[in-house]
């Protein structure tokens, strides 16, 4: 899932193509229908505080 939610959010930032050359995929149609798909609003939100609680040990980390 972690895979398919960083692509997702890179199609963004880049091509298919770029993307493809990344995965090592052989085809483009791999990279686009396997694993850049909408990501629902609950894993964005999942995601989202996931990463918060992350930066908030790493924040505790470096003050201790």
């Known amino acids: 899932m972690l895979r398919r939610t960083i692509l997702t959010l890179a199609q963004k930032k880049g ?3 770029d993307i493809q050359a990344h995965l090592r995929h052989a085809k483009a ?6 694993y850049m798909q909408p990501l629902p609003e609950s ?15 790493a924040r505790r980390a470096r003050a201790a």
């Open 43 to 57: 894993v964005k939100q999942m995601v989202d505080s996931v990463y918060q609680e992350l930066k908030a040990k």
């Open 29 to 34: 149609d791999t990279t686009a229908n396997e």
């Open 15 to 17: 091509s298919v193509k």
